[in-house]
Structures are given as structure tokens and as C-alpha cells.
Nanobody
Framework: QVQLVESGGGLVQPGGSLRLSCAASGSILKINMMGWYRQAPGKQRELVANIAPGGTTNYADSMKDRFTISRDNAKNTVYLQMNNLKPEDTAVYYC???????????????WGQGTLVTVSS
């Protein structure tokens, strides 16, 4: 059994910060890219950021100066530090990753369950 478990969402005021975490668990041999997407009600899911195993990052332009993605390979965890949050950042945030697992040996793409971020005064 392999899964991603997200945490860190919640309610914050505009201008506030949150740090999201997403931990992969199970018989994982290797984790490739890890990333964050978000989806607001009635909107399409969009890329927030992703990060390669070696640390190379990619951000959506609208979030590049406010959000920071990082990963701890030893903990199989990816983080999203969100600063200067705006009401339009309100969405369900999903982590995703591609992993190589055992029993049987195969590649899987995984999605977390989603964590709600609400930015409101």
C-alpha cells in the first residue's frame, strides 16, 4: 500500500502564511518528481509547483514570488511554504508524485487526499 498524506491546510488571514506537508508512505523504492496542485471550487486544477529529486524547482508564474516548494528525500516528504497568502489562493491543495514501488515492482502516479486552504479575513 502506497499513499500520500497531506497536512497543514487551514484558515489564514490575507497576508498570512501556511506550510503544507505531504508524506509518501509504503514500500517505495524511489520517488521522482513531487509537486503541488490546487483546485478552487468551479475551477480547473492548476499546477502550483514541482520539484525534482535533486532539488530543481518549477513554479507557476503567479506563485513564484510567494510560494516555495522543498522536499526531504529521507522523509519522503514534500513541503509547500506559502507566504503573503491572498483570498484567490483559497483552494484545495493536492500533492502528487511519481514513485517506483515494489510488490510488484512498478511505477505509480499518486495523488494526496487534498488539504483545504482558506484565505479570508
Amino acid at each position: 500500500q502506497v499513499q500520500l498524506v497531506e497536512s497543514g491546510g487551514g484558515l489564514v488571514q490575507p497576508g498570512g502564511s501556511l506550510r503544507l506537508s505531504c508524506a509518501a508512505s509504503g514500500s517505495i523504492l524511489k520517488i521522482n518528481m513531487m509537486g503541488w496542485y490546487r483546485q478552487a471550487p468551479g475551477k480547473q486544477r492548476e499546477l502550483v509547483a514541482n520539484i525534482a529529486p535533486g532539488g530543481t524547482t518549477n513554479y507557476a508564474d503567479s506563485m513564484k514570488d510567494r510560494f516555495t516548494i522543498s522536499r526531504d528525500n529521507a522523509k519522503n516528504t514534500v513541503y509547500l511554504q506559502m507566504n503573503n497568502l491572498k483570498p484567490e489562493d483559497t483552494a484545495v491543495y493536492y500533492c502528487n508524485t511519481g514513485v517506483v514501488v515494489t510488490s510488484p515492482y512498478r511505477y505509480l502516479e499518486l495523488w494526496g487526499q487534498g488539504t483545504l486552504v482558506t484565505v479570508s479575513s
